[in-house]
């Protein structure tokens, strides 16, 4: 934590930091994420000494965000799980599908 932090934001961190490790992240990792979030936070209370433009301005917080633009991209099942979905289904053909195909055959 930066130092002149209170305790809120104290707990802020470790909140965060073990939602992270519990989701499989590294501690590492988690530490990097809480920080991450919890400046930001400071930055858009007026906490912090300086604050980007996008921290004061932004009408979503860090944590309302919850990684909306951390660039991954959107997240799609594989063709694996697709096709286990389409057997569960008993989807006709699903052995010869690719995934686009079944990605429609299942409805996602």
Same mark, same amino acid.
């Given at each position: 934590m930066p130092a002149g932090s209170n305790r809120k934001r104290e707990r802020q961190y470790e909140h965060i930091k073990e939602g992270a490790e519990e989701r499989g992240t590294s501690e590492r990792r988690a530490e990097?994420?809480?920080? =991450?979030?919890?400046?930001? $936070?400071? /930055? @858009?209370?007026?906490?912090?000494r300086s604050a980007s433009r996008t921290s004061t301005r932004d009408p979503k917080s860090a944590s309302q965000r919850g990684g909306e633009?951390?660039?991954r991209g959107p997240i799609s099942?594989? =063709?694996d799980?697709?096709? $286990?979905? /389409? @057997?569960r289904r008993n989807i006709e053909g699903r052995s010869s599908?690719?995934?686009e195909e079944l990605r429609k055959a299942v409805g996602r």
């Amino acid at each position: 934590m930066p130092a002149g932090s209170n305790r809120k934001r104290e707990r802020q961190y470790e909140h965060i930091k073990e939602g992270a490790e519990e989701r499989g992240t590294s501690e590492r990792r988690a530490e990097e994420i809480a920080s =991450r979030t919890v400046n930001k $936070e400071r /930055a @858009r209370t007026g906490e912090a000494r300086s604050a980007s433009r996008t921290s004061t301005r932004d009408p979503k917080s860090a944590s309302q965000r919850g990684g909306e633009r951390s660039h991954r991209g959107p997240i799609s099942p594989t =063709r694996d799980q697709l096709y $286990e979905e /389409a @057997r569960r289904r008993n989807i006709e053909g699903r052995s010869s599908m690719n995934k686009e195909e079944l990605r429609k055959a299942v409805g996602r």
